[in-house]
C-alpha cells in the first residue's frame, strides 16, 4: 500500500514519524520545487521560497525526493514509488544534467568540466572545448566515480553503526583519490565529502569539518536552490564549525547567510531560526569582545558570554 504521507521533523530535525496532511497532500512535486514544507510541532506550513505568480496550489510545487540526486536516480525514485516520470526545469536543465556527473578537464590549466553521458562517453570540456581524454584517465575516472557510489552505500552502513572513524578514513582515502578527477560538482563527490564533514564532526575533527563542509557550500547551492533549508543548515553547521575553530569572521558572514535563508523557509518564530540567531549573536558579542582586548591578549573562553544579555533576535539590516 503507498501512503502519501509526510516525515515530521523536531526543532533539531531528527525524524520524529509520519503524518497524513490531506490538503499538502495534493502539492505536485518538482525536483526545483517553489515552495517547502515545514514543521510547528506536529503543524505542517508550505511556505514559498520563489515567487509563485499564480497562487492556486497547482502551481506551488514543493519536493518528494532527495534533490542531491543525479537525474537518472531521481527519475527512478520517482517511477518506483509515485508512479511518473518528472519533466520538470531541473530535468531539463543541461547545465544542471551535465554538472550531476562531471569530470575535471583533462587540460590541468582548465578548470572547466567535462560531463559523462548514458553510454559512459566523456564529451568535450565545456569551458576550453577540449575533447582528447586519454584512454588510462578515462578508466582511471570511471573507476573514482564508480568507487564513489560504493562508498556512499558504505557511508550509510557506518552512519548506522556509528564507524565515524572508518567512515572519515574511507572517505579521506577516495577524496585523495579523486582530487584532479572528479569535478567539484560532481553529485557523488559531494555525497563522499558530506560523509567526511558529517565524520569529522562526530570525532571533533573540527579543522577537517569546516574544511570539507566549505567545498560543499556552492555545490548545494547549485542543486538545491539559494532558498533551500538544505543550503540554510549547512551555511549554519560550517559556521559553528568556523565558530568553534575561533574564525568569528568567517563564521558570522556563514551564520548570517543561514539565518536569511531560514526566515524565508521557517519564518523569524522557528525553533530553528532562533538557534541560528541566537548562535549568530554569540559570534558577534565573541567578535565585540576580542575586539576591545589588549593585543596579544588570550580570551580562551566565550561560554559566559552567550548572550546573557540578549533577549532577541538580530534584525535583517545587522
Not at 36 to 47: I, N, R
Not at 117 to 138: E, I, M, W
Request: net charge positive.
Amino acid at each position: 500500500i503507498v501512503i502519501n504521507s509526510y516525515t515530521i521533523y523536531d526543532g533539531g530535525l531528527r525524524d520524529l514519524g509520519h503524518g497524513i496532511y490531506l490538503s499538502s497532500s495534493k502539492l505536485n512535486h518538482s525536483c526545483r520545487p517553489n515552495a517547502v514544507a515545514t514543521y510547528h510541532g506536529v503543524k505542517l506550513l508550505v511556505k514559498a521560497v520563489r515567487d509563485i505568480p499564480d497562487g492556486t496550489h497547482d502551481k506551488v510545487f514543493i519536493t518528494y525526493i532527495n534533490q542531491m540526486s543525479p537525474l537518472e536516480d531521481r527519475q527512478e525514485a520517482l517511477g518506483k514509488q509515485y508512479y511518473f516520470q518528472c519533466a520538470c526545469e531541473k530535468c531539463n536543465d543541461k547545465e544542471i544534467i551535465e554538472n550531476e556527473i562531471s569530470f575535471c578537464c583533462p587540460n590541468s590549466q582548465c578548470c572547466g568540466a567535462v560531463s559523462l553521458n548514458k553510454n559512459r562517453v566523456f564529451g568535450s570540456c565545456r569551458l576550453c572545448g577540449k575533447s582528447d581524454f586519454p584512454a588510462n584517465l578515462r578508466d582511471r575516472a570511471l573507476a573514482v566515480l564508480d568507487a564513489c557510489k560504493t562508498r556512499l552505500g558504505q557511508i550509510e552502513e557506518e552512519r548506522k553503526d556509528n564507524k565515524w572513524k572508518e567512515m572519515l578514513d574511507g572517505c579521506e582515502d577516495l577524496l585523495r583519490k579523486s582530487a584532479g578527477i572528479l569535478h567539484a560538482n560532481n553529485i557523488y563527490l559531494v555525497g563522499v565529502l558530506d560523509g567526511a564533514f558529517c565524520a569529522a564532526i562526530y570525532v571533533k575533527e573540527y579543522e577537517l569539518a569546516a574544511k570539507y563542509g566549505a567545498r560543499t557550500l556552492d555545490p548545494y547551492r547549485l542543486y538545491y536552490g539559494d532558498n533551500s533549508w538544505n543550503v540554510a543548515l549547512h551555511l549554519f553547521t560550517v559556521g559553528r564549525m568556523q565558530l568553534q575553530l575561533k574564525d568569528r569572521t568567517k563564521a558570522l558572514k556563514l551564520l548570517k547567510m543561514s539565518r536569511k535563508i531560514l526566515a524565508v523557509t521557517h519564518a523569524t518564530e522557528h525553533k530553528i531560526y532562533k538557534r541560528g540567531a541566537l548562535t549568530e549573536e554569540r559570534c558577534r558579542e565573541e567578535l565585540r569582545i576580542v575586539s576591545i582586548l589588549k593585543p596579544g591578549a588570550v580570551f580562551t573562553n566565550l561560554d559566559f558570554l552567550y548572550l546573557q544579555n540578549v533577549s532577541t533576535p538580530p534584525t535583517e539590516n545587522k
